[in-house]
């Protein structure tokens, strides 16, 4: 969260990855940190116990999510 931060205040754009269950407390860290519209995208399973392939696939799906949210006005 922080490297995203640091990378956005830079004027580099910059999206954080996280699971449903951090969403809020990266909001609130974000708004601290002087972002609070910082762009978040979530990823709705658990990465533990599953295949790479699964997760690959997963990634692969949060592409058009990574890139509305790079494209996103700030």
Do not use: N
Request: net charge positive; aromatic share 4%; charged share 25%.
């Amino acid at each position: 969260m922080r490297d995203g931060i640091a990378l956005a205040k830079r004027d580099i754009p910059a999206v954080v990855i996280l699971p449903r269950g951090l969403l809020e407390l990266a909001r609130e860290k974000a708004a601290f940190l002087g972002i609070p519209d910082f762009p978040l995208v979530v990823i709705e399973r658990s990465l533990y116990g599953r295949s790479r392939e699964a997760i690959a696939a997963d990634a692969l799906a949060l592409g058009p999510a990574i890139r509305r949210a790079l494209s996103a006005d700030s």
